[in-house]
Protein backbone atom coordinates (compact mmCIF):
# COMPACT_ATOMS: atom_id res chain seq x y z
CA UNK A 1 0.00 0.00 0.00
CA UNK A 2 2.78 2.40 1.11
CA UNK A 3 4.48 1.75 -1.99
CA UNK A 4 1.42 2.58 -4.05
CA UNK A 5 0.68 5.48 -2.81
CA UNK A 6 4.72 6.95 -3.40
CA UNK A 7 4.37 5.91 -7.21
CA UNK A 8 1.21 7.76 -7.55
CA UNK A 9 3.08 11.19 -5.63
CA UNK A 10 5.47 10.34 -8.17
CA UNK A 11 3.13 10.41 -10.95
CA UNK A 12 1.41 13.73 -9.80
CA UNK A 13 4.54 15.34 -9.28
CA UNK A 14 5.89 14.49 -13.10
CA UNK A 15 2.02 14.85 -14.31
CA UNK A 16 2.71 18.91 -12.44
CA UNK A 17 6.40 19.06 -13.91
CA UNK A 18 4.98 18.96 -17.18
CA UNK A 19 1.98 21.19 -17.04
CA UNK A 20 4.21 24.11 -15.64
CA UNK A 21 7.55 23.63 -17.41
CA UNK A 22 6.32 22.34 -20.38
CA UNK A 23 7.66 24.39 -22.90
CA UNK A 24 10.87 25.29 -20.94
CA UNK A 25 13.02 22.79 -22.50
CA UNK A 26 16.27 23.22 -20.19
CA UNK A 27 14.59 21.61 -17.32
CA UNK A 28 15.00 23.94 -14.71
CA UNK A 29 12.40 24.76 -11.37
CA UNK A 30 12.22 28.41 -12.89
CA UNK A 31 12.01 30.48 -15.51
CA UNK A 32 12.88 33.67 -12.76
CA UNK A 33 16.14 33.12 -14.34
CA UNK A 34 15.46 33.78 -17.81
CA UNK A 35 15.77 37.09 -19.23
CA UNK A 36 12.57 39.14 -20.44
CA UNK A 37 13.66 38.74 -24.27
CA UNK A 38 13.40 34.95 -23.75
CA UNK A 39 10.19 35.43 -21.82
CA UNK A 40 8.61 37.65 -24.67
CA UNK A 41 9.79 35.25 -27.72
CA UNK A 42 7.87 32.65 -25.76
CA UNK A 43 4.48 34.73 -24.82
CA UNK A 44 4.40 35.75 -28.52
CA UNK A 45 5.29 31.81 -29.83
CA UNK A 46 2.67 30.38 -27.63
CA UNK A 47 0.27 33.08 -27.33
CA UNK A 48 -2.23 31.20 -30.33
CA UNK A 49 -1.47 27.57 -28.28
CA UNK A 50 -2.89 28.84 -25.26
CA UNK A 51 0.34 27.81 -23.41
CA UNK A 52 1.47 31.61 -22.93
CA UNK A 53 0.00 32.19 -19.24
CA UNK A 54 3.27 30.77 -17.80
CA UNK A 55 5.53 33.08 -19.39
CA UNK A 56 3.25 36.21 -18.98
CA UNK A 57 3.27 35.42 -15.37
CA UNK A 58 6.91 34.41 -15.14
CA UNK A 59 7.24 37.98 -16.68
CA UNK A 60 5.49 39.60 -14.32
CA UNK A 61 6.42 37.92 -10.98
CA UNK A 62 10.56 38.29 -12.26
CA UNK A 63 9.78 42.13 -12.60
CA UNK A 64 8.37 42.16 -9.46
CA UNK A 65 11.01 40.78 -7.79
CA UNK A 66 13.31 42.89 -9.20
CA UNK A 67 11.41 46.02 -8.61
CA UNK A 68 11.97 46.70 -12.19
CA UNK A 69 8.47 49.32 -12.65
CA UNK A 70 9.06 49.52 -16.75
CA UNK A 71 8.66 46.02 -17.14
CA UNK A 72 6.58 45.23 -14.74
CA UNK A 73 4.50 47.83 -16.66
CA UNK A 74 5.52 45.67 -19.74
CA UNK A 75 4.35 42.67 -17.89
CA UNK A 76 0.49 44.35 -16.82
CA UNK A 77 0.70 45.26 -20.86
CA UNK A 78 1.13 41.43 -21.62
CA UNK A 79 -1.73 40.39 -19.17
CA UNK A 80 -3.52 43.08 -20.34
CA UNK A 81 -3.18 41.99 -24.74
CA UNK A 82 -3.98 38.16 -23.37
CA UNK A 83 -7.02 38.07 -21.04
CA UNK A 84 -11.03 39.13 -22.20
CA UNK A 85 -12.46 42.21 -22.51
CA UNK A 86 -13.56 42.25 -18.97
CA UNK A 87 -10.36 42.31 -17.39
CA UNK A 88 -8.09 44.58 -19.73
CA UNK A 89 -9.41 47.65 -18.23
CA UNK A 90 -8.24 46.95 -14.69
CA UNK A 91 -5.05 45.60 -16.15
CA UNK A 92 -4.60 49.21 -18.44
CA UNK A 93 -4.91 50.91 -14.84
CA UNK A 94 -1.81 49.04 -13.17
CA UNK A 95 0.13 49.19 -16.50
CA UNK A 96 -0.04 53.21 -16.28
CA UNK A 97 0.53 53.28 -12.18
CA UNK A 98 3.76 50.86 -13.11
CA UNK A 99 4.38 53.50 -15.98
CA UNK A 100 4.32 56.47 -13.73
CA UNK A 101 6.68 55.44 -11.13
CA UNK A 102 9.49 54.55 -14.25
CA UNK A 103 9.44 58.56 -14.50
CA UNK A 104 10.25 57.78 -18.04
CA UNK A 105 8.37 59.99 -20.79
CA UNK A 106 8.33 57.30 -23.32
CA UNK A 107 7.20 54.28 -21.10
CA UNK A 108 4.20 56.51 -19.16
CA UNK A 109 3.24 57.92 -23.09
CA UNK A 110 3.68 54.31 -25.12
CA UNK A 111 1.29 53.04 -21.52
CA UNK A 112 -1.50 55.94 -21.50
CA UNK A 113 -1.30 55.36 -25.46
CA UNK A 114 -2.16 51.84 -24.93
CA UNK A 115 -5.02 52.25 -22.49
CA UNK A 116 -6.78 54.37 -24.82
CA UNK A 117 -6.44 52.15 -27.46
CA UNK A 118 -8.46 49.56 -24.73
CA UNK A 119 -10.71 52.09 -24.90
CA UNK A 120 -11.19 52.47 -28.36
CA UNK A 121 -11.49 48.82 -29.10
CA UNK A 122 -14.89 49.24 -26.30
CA UNK A 123 -15.82 52.19 -28.62
CA UNK A 124 -15.32 54.41 -25.48
CA UNK A 125 -14.50 57.00 -28.19
CA UNK A 126 -14.40 60.04 -25.27
CA UNK A 127 -11.67 57.82 -22.55
CA UNK A 128 -9.83 57.06 -25.33
CA UNK A 129 -9.49 60.63 -26.41
CA UNK A 130 -8.22 61.53 -23.07
CA UNK A 131 -5.76 58.85 -22.56
CA UNK A 132 -4.26 59.75 -26.32
CA UNK A 133 -3.76 63.27 -25.18
CA UNK A 134 -2.26 62.48 -21.84
CA UNK A 135 0.18 60.14 -24.07
CA UNK A 136 1.34 62.69 -26.80
CA UNK A 137 1.71 65.04 -23.67
CA UNK A 138 4.68 62.78 -23.00
CA UNK A 139 5.57 61.04 -26.22
CA UNK A 140 6.28 64.33 -27.60
CA UNK A 141 9.14 65.02 -25.07
CA UNK A 142 10.56 61.94 -25.92
CA UNK A 143 12.85 60.44 -28.69
CA UNK A 144 10.71 57.60 -29.27
CA UNK A 145 9.45 57.85 -33.22
CA UNK A 146 7.63 55.04 -33.43
CA UNK A 147 5.48 56.15 -30.29
CA UNK A 148 4.71 59.65 -31.62
CA UNK A 149 3.47 58.03 -35.34
CA UNK A 150 1.44 55.56 -33.11
CA UNK A 151 -0.40 58.60 -31.40
CA UNK A 152 -0.53 60.22 -34.99
CA UNK A 153 -2.03 56.84 -36.31
CA UNK A 154 -4.95 57.21 -33.14
CA UNK A 155 -6.02 60.43 -33.29
CA UNK A 156 -6.15 60.30 -36.72
CA UNK A 157 -8.81 57.30 -35.99
CA UNK A 158 -11.07 60.32 -33.65
CA UNK A 159 -10.53 62.99 -36.50
CA UNK A 160 -11.82 60.42 -39.06
CA UNK A 161 -14.96 59.70 -36.01
CA UNK A 162 -15.79 63.00 -35.69
CA UNK A 163 -15.76 63.33 -39.77
CA UNK A 164 -12.37 65.76 -40.21
CA UNK A 165 -11.56 63.40 -43.03
CA UNK A 166 -8.80 65.84 -44.53
CA UNK A 167 -7.53 65.95 -41.15
CA UNK A 168 -7.23 62.30 -40.77
CA UNK A 169 -6.07 61.60 -44.12
CA UNK A 170 -3.32 63.80 -43.68
CA UNK A 171 -1.82 62.43 -40.63
CA UNK A 172 -2.86 58.67 -42.04
CA UNK A 173 -0.42 59.48 -45.52
CA UNK A 174 2.21 60.24 -42.63
CA UNK A 175 1.90 57.29 -40.86
CA UNK A 176 1.85 54.78 -44.20
CA UNK A 177 5.27 56.47 -44.95
CA UNK A 178 6.83 55.72 -41.70
CA UNK A 179 5.08 52.34 -40.42
CA UNK A 180 6.24 50.94 -44.11
CA UNK A 181 9.47 50.48 -43.31
CA UNK A 182 9.08 49.79 -39.17
CA UNK A 183 6.07 47.42 -39.14
CA UNK A 184 4.10 45.62 -41.73
CA UNK A 185 0.98 45.79 -39.73
CA UNK A 186 0.71 48.84 -38.51
CA UNK A 187 1.69 49.66 -42.24
CA UNK A 188 -1.52 48.01 -43.86
CA UNK A 189 -3.42 49.48 -41.36
CA UNK A 190 -2.52 52.73 -41.86
CA UNK A 191 -3.31 52.22 -45.42
CA UNK A 192 -6.78 50.67 -44.48
CA UNK A 193 -8.08 53.79 -42.60
CA UNK A 194 -6.33 56.12 -45.53
CA UNK A 195 -8.78 54.39 -47.86
CA UNK A 196 -11.56 54.86 -45.44
CA UNK A 197 -11.19 58.53 -45.36
CA UNK A 198 -11.10 58.21 -49.49
CA UNK A 199 -14.44 56.60 -49.61
CA UNK A 200 -16.03 59.16 -46.59
CA UNK A 201 -14.75 62.14 -49.18
CA UNK A 202 -16.39 61.00 -52.14
CA UNK A 203 -12.91 59.33 -53.31
CA UNK A 204 -14.22 55.74 -54.47
CA UNK A 205 -11.90 55.31 -56.88
CA UNK A 206 -8.90 56.23 -54.83
CA UNK A 207 -10.50 54.45 -52.24
CA UNK A 208 -10.33 51.02 -54.24
CA UNK A 209 -6.44 51.96 -55.57
CA UNK A 210 -5.53 51.78 -51.98
CA UNK A 211 -7.22 48.73 -51.50
CA UNK A 212 -5.91 46.60 -54.59
CA UNK A 213 -2.97 48.01 -53.67
CA UNK A 214 -3.41 46.93 -49.74
CA UNK A 215 -4.46 43.53 -50.96
CA UNK A 216 -1.22 42.70 -52.85
CA UNK A 217 0.99 44.32 -49.81
CA UNK A 218 -0.77 41.26 -47.97
CA UNK A 219 0.23 39.19 -49.88
CA UNK A 220 4.02 40.36 -50.22
CA UNK A 221 4.40 41.08 -46.85
CA UNK A 222 2.77 37.37 -45.71
CA UNK A 223 -0.13 39.36 -43.86
CA UNK A 224 -3.33 38.04 -44.16
CA UNK A 225 -5.45 39.67 -41.28
CA UNK A 226 -6.31 42.82 -42.99
CA UNK A 227 -8.04 40.76 -45.95
CA UNK A 228 -11.30 41.32 -44.54
CA UNK A 229 -10.86 44.81 -43.94
CA UNK A 230 -10.18 45.41 -47.08
CA UNK A 231 -12.77 43.44 -48.55
CA UNK A 232 -15.19 45.48 -46.03
CA UNK A 233 -13.50 48.66 -47.70
CA UNK A 234 -14.30 47.41 -51.24
CA UNK A 235 -18.01 46.33 -50.63
CA UNK A 236 -18.71 50.04 -48.97
CA UNK A 237 -17.42 51.20 -52.50
CA UNK A 238 -19.39 48.55 -54.38
CA UNK A 239 -22.59 50.53 -52.88
CA UNK A 240 -21.54 53.78 -53.13
CA UNK A 241 -21.01 52.62 -57.01
CA UNK A 242 -24.63 50.94 -56.84
CA UNK A 243 -23.10 47.58 -56.88
CA UNK A 244 -25.04 45.66 -54.76
CA UNK A 245 -24.45 42.48 -55.68
CA UNK A 246 -20.97 42.61 -55.56
CA UNK A 247 -21.40 44.94 -52.22
CA UNK A 248 -23.27 42.18 -50.88
CA UNK A 249 -20.80 39.26 -51.87
CA UNK A 250 -17.56 41.45 -50.34
CA UNK A 251 -19.07 42.62 -47.45
CA UNK A 252 -19.95 38.84 -46.23
CA UNK A 253 -16.90 37.53 -47.07
CA UNK A 254 -15.62 39.75 -44.44
CA UNK A 255 -18.30 38.59 -41.55
CA UNK A 256 -16.91 35.87 -40.12
CA UNK A 257 -13.94 37.26 -39.38
CA UNK A 258 -15.17 40.56 -37.50
CA UNK A 259 -17.32 38.00 -35.32
CA UNK A 260 -14.32 35.55 -34.62
CA UNK A 261 -12.21 38.77 -33.56
CA UNK A 262 -14.85 40.15 -31.76
CA UNK A 263 -14.77 43.52 -33.68
CA UNK A 264 -18.04 44.58 -32.94
CA UNK A 265 -17.35 48.00 -34.67
CA UNK A 266 -16.53 46.89 -38.15
CA UNK A 267 -19.89 44.20 -37.83
CA UNK A 268 -21.88 46.92 -37.28
CA UNK A 269 -20.83 48.56 -40.48
CA UNK A 270 -20.53 45.39 -42.40
CA UNK A 271 -24.69 45.29 -41.46
CA UNK A 272 -25.43 48.83 -42.20
CA UNK A 273 -24.25 48.31 -45.70
CA UNK A 274 -25.54 44.82 -46.46
CA UNK A 275 -28.74 46.44 -45.00
CA UNK A 276 -28.66 49.40 -47.78
CA UNK A 277 -27.50 46.66 -50.34
CA UNK A 278 -30.39 44.57 -49.71
CA UNK A 279 -32.69 47.65 -49.42
CA UNK A 280 -31.44 48.44 -52.93
CA UNK A 281 -32.00 45.13 -54.54
CA UNK A 282 -36.00 45.03 -52.73
CA UNK A 283 -35.04 42.28 -50.89
CA UNK A 284 -36.71 44.12 -48.02
CA UNK A 285 -37.24 41.41 -45.06
CA UNK A 286 -33.54 40.75 -45.50
CA UNK A 287 -32.39 44.14 -44.90
CA UNK A 288 -34.23 44.83 -42.10
CA UNK A 289 -32.75 41.74 -40.07
CA UNK A 290 -29.83 43.55 -41.03
CA UNK A 291 -30.93 46.64 -39.79
CA UNK A 292 -32.05 45.26 -36.12
CA UNK A 293 -28.32 44.03 -35.85
CA UNK A 294 -27.44 47.18 -35.65
CA UNK A 295 -29.82 48.05 -33.54
CA UNK A 296 -28.79 45.33 -31.58
CA UNK A 297 -24.74 45.93 -31.33
CA UNK A 298 -26.11 49.56 -30.54
CA UNK A 299 -28.10 48.33 -27.71
CA UNK A 300 -25.05 45.82 -26.26
CA UNK A 301 -22.28 47.90 -27.01
CA UNK A 302 -23.45 51.44 -27.19
CA UNK A 303 -21.87 51.83 -30.66
CA UNK A 304 -23.43 53.57 -33.66
CA UNK A 305 -21.78 55.74 -36.08
CA UNK A 306 -23.83 59.08 -37.25
CA UNK A 307 -24.27 57.53 -41.01
CA UNK A 308 -25.82 54.29 -39.11
CA UNK A 309 -28.69 56.70 -38.18
CA UNK A 310 -30.56 56.03 -40.56
CA UNK A 311 -31.32 52.14 -39.84
CA UNK A 312 -33.48 53.81 -37.55
CA UNK A 313 -35.26 55.67 -40.01
CA UNK A 314 -36.09 52.66 -42.30
CA UNK A 315 -36.98 50.46 -39.20
CA UNK A 316 -39.65 53.23 -38.28
CA UNK A 317 -40.88 53.60 -41.76
CA UNK A 318 -41.31 50.42 -42.06
CA UNK A 319 -43.07 49.63 -38.75
CA UNK A 320 -45.38 52.61 -39.84
CA UNK A 321 -46.20 51.04 -42.97
CA UNK A 322 -47.39 47.56 -42.03
CA UNK A 323 -49.31 49.30 -38.79
CA UNK A 324 -46.66 48.54 -36.03
CA UNK A 325 -47.64 50.93 -33.67
CA UNK A 326 -45.26 48.87 -31.17
CA UNK A 327 -42.68 48.78 -33.05
CA UNK A 328 -42.63 51.82 -34.47
CA UNK A 329 -42.73 53.43 -31.02
CA UNK A 330 -39.43 51.20 -29.70
CA UNK A 331 -37.19 52.25 -32.79
CA UNK A 332 -38.42 55.63 -32.47
CA UNK A 333 -37.34 55.75 -28.57
CA UNK A 334 -34.32 54.04 -29.74
CA UNK A 335 -33.80 56.75 -32.21
CA UNK A 336 -33.52 59.54 -29.70
CA UNK A 337 -31.28 57.58 -27.48
CA UNK A 338 -28.99 57.25 -30.54
CA UNK A 339 -29.11 60.96 -31.12
CA UNK A 340 -28.70 61.55 -27.44
CA UNK A 341 -25.77 59.70 -27.86
CA UNK A 342 -24.22 61.10 -31.02
CA UNK A 343 -24.96 64.69 -29.95
CA UNK A 344 -22.65 64.17 -26.39
CA UNK A 345 -19.84 62.46 -27.78
CA UNK A 346 -19.65 64.27 -31.25
CA UNK A 347 -19.81 67.63 -28.97
CA UNK A 348 -17.15 66.34 -26.75
CA UNK A 349 -14.78 64.84 -28.80
CA UNK A 350 -14.95 67.92 -31.51
CA UNK A 351 -14.40 70.33 -28.46
CA UNK A 352 -11.59 68.28 -27.00
CA UNK A 353 -9.96 67.02 -30.55
CA UNK A 354 -9.07 71.07 -31.35
CA UNK A 355 -8.81 71.93 -28.10
CA UNK A 356 -6.42 70.25 -26.65
CA UNK A 357 -4.36 68.69 -28.95
CA UNK A 358 -4.44 71.02 -32.19
CA UNK A 359 -3.48 73.43 -30.03
CA UNK A 360 -0.26 71.59 -29.04
CA UNK A 361 0.57 71.42 -32.94
CA UNK A 362 -0.18 75.13 -33.49
CA UNK A 363 2.43 75.91 -30.55
CA UNK A 364 4.75 73.86 -32.23
CA UNK A 365 4.82 76.70 -35.22
CA UNK A 366 4.91 79.56 -32.78
CA UNK A 367 7.64 81.07 -33.98
CA UNK A 368 7.16 80.71 -37.22
CA UNK A 369 3.86 82.67 -36.88
CA UNK A 370 5.59 85.13 -34.52
CA UNK A 371 8.06 85.76 -37.73
CA UNK A 372 5.34 86.85 -40.24
CA UNK A 373 3.56 89.17 -37.71
CA UNK A 374 6.95 91.21 -37.46
CA UNK A 375 6.78 91.16 -41.03
CA UNK A 376 3.30 92.12 -41.16
CA UNK A 377 3.94 95.73 -41.50
CA UNK A 378 5.93 95.82 -44.99
CA UNK A 379 4.01 92.87 -46.22
CA UNK A 380 1.17 95.37 -45.78
CA UNK A 381 2.96 98.19 -47.56
CA UNK A 382 3.19 95.53 -50.24
CA UNK A 383 0.24 94.42 -50.59
CA UNK A 384 -0.89 98.22 -50.87
CA UNK A 385 1.60 98.74 -53.17
CA UNK A 386 0.22 95.80 -55.61
CA UNK A 387 -3.82 96.69 -54.55
CA UNK A 388 -2.44 100.40 -56.05
CA UNK A 389 -0.60 98.70 -59.40
CA UNK A 390 -3.54 95.90 -59.72
CA UNK A 391 -5.98 99.18 -60.28
CA UNK A 392 -3.89 101.24 -62.14
CA UNK A 393 -3.25 97.89 -64.70
CA UNK A 394 -7.38 97.40 -65.07
CA UNK A 395 -7.95 100.69 -65.81
CA UNK A 396 -5.18 100.64 -68.58
CA UNK A 397 -6.54 97.41 -69.94
CA UNK A 398 -10.48 99.57 -69.88
CA UNK A 399 -8.80 102.27 -71.64
CA UNK A 400 -7.15 100.11 -74.20
CA UNK A 401 -10.69 97.87 -74.33
CA UNK A 402 -12.33 101.05 -74.95
CA UNK A 403 -9.60 102.59 -77.64
CA UNK A 404 -9.39 98.89 -79.36
CA UNK A 405 -13.18 98.82 -80.16
CA UNK A 406 -12.81 102.11 -81.44
CA UNK A 407 -10.04 101.29 -83.63
CA UNK A 408 -11.60 97.69 -84.65
CA UNK A 409 -14.63 100.16 -86.12
CA UNK A 410 -12.82 102.49 -87.70
CA UNK A 411 -10.90 99.48 -89.02
CA UNK A 412 -14.38 97.92 -89.97
CA UNK A 413 -15.35 101.24 -91.80
CA UNK A 414 -12.75 101.19 -93.85
CA UNK A 415 -12.74 97.81 -94.95
CA UNK A 416 -16.68 98.18 -96.15
CA UNK A 417 -15.88 101.76 -97.73
CA UNK A 418 -13.59 102.41 -100.85
CA UNK A 419 -10.62 102.41 -99.04
CA UNK A 420 -10.68 98.90 -98.61
CA UNK A 421 -7.88 99.33 -101.94
CA UNK A 422 -5.72 101.07 -99.37
CA UNK A 423 -5.27 98.25 -96.47
CA UNK A 424 -1.90 98.75 -94.77
CA UNK A 425 1.23 97.10 -96.02
CA UNK A 426 1.67 93.68 -94.21
CA UNK A 427 5.74 93.77 -95.75
CA UNK A 428 8.23 92.79 -92.65
CA UNK A 429 11.02 94.92 -92.62
CA UNK A 430 13.77 93.77 -94.81
CA UNK A 431 16.95 92.62 -92.82
CA UNK A 432 19.97 95.15 -92.87
CA UNK A 433 17.80 98.16 -93.85
CA UNK A 434 18.65 97.99 -97.40
CA UNK A 435 15.21 99.83 -99.30
CA UNK A 436 14.66 97.00 -101.90
CA UNK A 437 13.74 100.19 -104.71
CA UNK A 438 16.88 101.06 -104.55
CA UNK A 439 18.72 97.67 -105.01
CA UNK A 440 19.87 96.63 -108.99
CA UNK A 441 17.78 93.83 -109.78
CA UNK A 442 20.63 91.96 -112.01
CA UNK A 443 18.00 90.60 -113.62
CA UNK A 444 17.49 90.79 -117.68
CA UNK A 445 14.53 93.20 -118.15
CA UNK A 446 13.01 90.87 -120.34
CA UNK A 447 12.80 88.33 -117.77
CA UNK A 448 11.26 91.00 -115.45
CA UNK A 449 8.63 91.90 -117.68
CA UNK A 450 7.76 87.83 -118.01
CA UNK A 451 7.57 86.94 -114.70
CA UNK A 452 5.31 90.04 -114.11
CA UNK A 453 3.14 89.42 -116.87
CA UNK A 454 2.60 85.62 -115.28
CA UNK A 455 1.84 87.30 -111.94
CA UNK A 456 -1.04 89.49 -113.32
CA UNK A 457 -2.50 86.21 -114.79
CA UNK A 458 -1.52 84.63 -111.69
CA UNK A 459 -3.70 87.28 -109.66
CA UNK A 460 -6.48 87.23 -112.01
CA UNK A 461 -7.28 83.39 -112.59
CA UNK A 462 -7.00 83.51 -108.57
CA UNK A 463 -4.87 81.01 -108.33
CA UNK A 464 -3.09 81.87 -104.99
CA UNK A 465 -6.27 80.31 -103.28
CA UNK A 466 -3.99 77.20 -103.66
CA UNK A 467 -2.91 75.28 -100.20
CA UNK A 468 0.74 74.92 -99.90
CA UNK A 469 1.79 77.43 -103.12
CA UNK A 470 5.71 77.89 -102.58
CA UNK A 471 7.75 80.12 -104.40
CA UNK A 472 9.76 77.22 -105.87
CA UNK A 473 6.33 75.37 -107.28
CA UNK A 474 5.02 78.76 -108.31
CA UNK A 475 8.56 79.76 -110.30
CA UNK A 476 8.16 76.56 -112.02
CA UNK A 477 4.82 77.34 -113.14
CA UNK A 478 6.21 80.73 -114.31
CA UNK A 479 9.64 78.60 -116.18
CA UNK A 480 11.88 80.74 -113.85
CA UNK A 481 13.76 80.47 -110.88
CA UNK A 482 12.56 81.02 -107.30
CA UNK A 483 15.05 83.72 -106.69
CA UNK A 484 14.24 85.51 -109.59
CA UNK A 485 9.92 85.47 -108.87
CA UNK A 486 11.36 86.92 -105.38
CA UNK A 487 13.13 89.82 -105.79
CA UNK A 488 10.53 90.88 -108.28
CA UNK A 489 7.61 90.47 -106.28
CA UNK A 490 9.92 92.43 -103.47
CA UNK A 491 10.72 95.55 -106.07
CA UNK A 492 7.18 95.40 -107.32
CA UNK A 493 4.98 94.32 -104.94
CA UNK A 494 6.82 96.04 -101.69
CA UNK A 495 6.03 92.68 -100.23
CA UNK A 496 7.80 89.30 -99.27
CA UNK A 497 6.76 85.97 -101.24
CA UNK A 498 4.81 84.43 -98.35
CA UNK A 499 2.84 88.27 -97.42
CA UNK A 500 2.26 88.79 -100.75
CA UNK A 501 0.54 85.38 -101.23
CA UNK A 502 -1.04 85.96 -97.74
CA UNK A 503 -2.61 89.23 -98.49
CA UNK A 504 -4.03 88.10 -101.46
CA UNK A 505 -6.07 85.28 -100.01
CA UNK A 506 -7.27 87.73 -97.66
CA UNK A 507 -8.06 90.05 -99.38
CA UNK A 508 -10.46 87.82 -101.49
CA UNK A 509 -11.84 86.49 -98.22
CA UNK A 510 -12.99 89.95 -97.39
CA UNK A 511 -14.29 91.31 -100.75
CA UNK A 512 -16.23 87.38 -100.43
CA UNK A 513 -17.98 88.76 -96.93
CA UNK A 514 -18.43 91.62 -98.66
CA UNK A 515 -20.17 90.55 -101.47
CA UNK A 516 -21.96 87.38 -100.79
CA UNK A 517 -23.91 86.82 -98.16
CA UNK A 518 -24.45 83.23 -97.50
CA UNK A 519 -20.30 83.52 -96.52
CA UNK A 520 -21.02 85.26 -93.64
CA UNK A 521 -22.61 82.23 -92.34
CA UNK A 522 -19.29 80.11 -93.16
CA UNK A 523 -17.34 79.17 -89.70
CA UNK A 524 -13.26 80.13 -89.72
CA UNK A 525 -12.35 76.70 -90.69
CA UNK A 526 -14.70 76.53 -93.72
CA UNK A 527 -13.30 80.24 -94.87
CA UNK A 528 -9.98 79.19 -93.97
CA UNK A 529 -10.42 76.28 -96.55
CA UNK A 530 -11.79 78.66 -99.12
CA UNK A 531 -8.79 80.79 -99.42
CA UNK A 532 -6.43 77.93 -99.32
CA UNK A 533 -4.61 78.27 -95.61
CA UNK A 534 -3.39 74.93 -94.40
CA UNK A 535 -4.89 75.50 -91.08
CA UNK A 536 -7.40 77.64 -89.49
CA UNK A 537 -5.15 79.54 -87.38
CA UNK A 538 -2.92 80.76 -89.85
CA UNK A 539 -6.22 82.32 -91.11
CA UNK A 540 -7.17 84.17 -88.19
CA UNK A 541 -3.55 85.23 -87.62
CA UNK A 542 -3.16 86.40 -90.91
CA UNK A 543 -6.43 88.16 -91.05
CA UNK A 544 -5.94 89.80 -88.30
CA UNK A 545 -2.61 90.85 -89.68
CA UNK A 546 -4.17 91.96 -92.56
CA UNK A 547 -7.18 93.66 -91.45
CA UNK A 548 -6.71 94.53 -87.86
CA UNK A 549 -9.62 92.70 -87.03
CA UNK A 550 -10.78 89.57 -86.48
CA UNK A 551 -12.37 87.70 -89.22
CA UNK A 552 -15.70 86.77 -86.32
CA UNK A 553 -15.45 90.68 -85.52
CA UNK A 554 -15.91 91.67 -89.54
CA UNK A 555 -18.44 89.05 -89.97
CA UNK A 556 -20.57 90.43 -86.76
CA UNK A 557 -20.49 93.89 -87.96
CA UNK A 558 -20.94 93.27 -91.75
CA UNK A 559 -23.96 91.53 -90.40
CA UNK A 560 -25.28 95.07 -88.48
CA UNK A 561 -24.29 97.09 -91.13
CA UNK A 562 -26.70 94.89 -93.85
CA UNK A 563 -29.29 94.10 -91.20
CA UNK A 564 -29.13 98.29 -91.21
CA UNK A 565 -29.50 98.82 -94.65
CA UNK A 566 -32.54 96.21 -94.81
CA UNK A 567 -34.35 97.71 -92.34
CA UNK A 568 -33.29 101.40 -94.00
Not at 380 to 398: H, M, N
Not at 478 to 497: A, R
Not at 540 to 550: G, Y
Amino acid sequence: MKSQLITLLLLFTCLVRSQTHQPDTDGTDSLLARDYSYLSENIDKYQEKGKAWLYINAYLNKARAEGNWKEISEGYKNLLHASGEDKRLAYADSMVRAAVKTQDDDVIGSAYLTKGIVYYSLKKHTMALDNYLVANSYISLGNDDYLKYKVKYNIAHIKYYLGFYPEALALYKECVAFFRKEDSSAYLSSLHSLGLCHNRMGNFKGCSTINQFAIKECSQLNESEMLPYFSLSEGINACCYKEFAKAISLISGSLNAFERNGDFGNLSVAYFYLGKANMSLNSKGTALSYFRKVDYLFREKNYLRPDQRESYEILIRSSRETGNLEGELYYIKRLLSADSLLNITYKYLSQKVHKDYDTQELIKAKGSIEFQLRQAKMLEKVFLATIALVVVLLLYLVYRYFKAKQQYKKRFEELIGERFNKLPDTTEPIEGGADPDMEQLNIKPEVVAHIVKHLQRFEEQQKYLQKDLTAVKLAESFGTNHKYLSKVILIHKHKKFINYITDLKIDYIVHLLKDQSKFRNYTNKALAEEAGFSTTQNFTSAFLKRTHISPTYFIEELKKHYRGIEEA
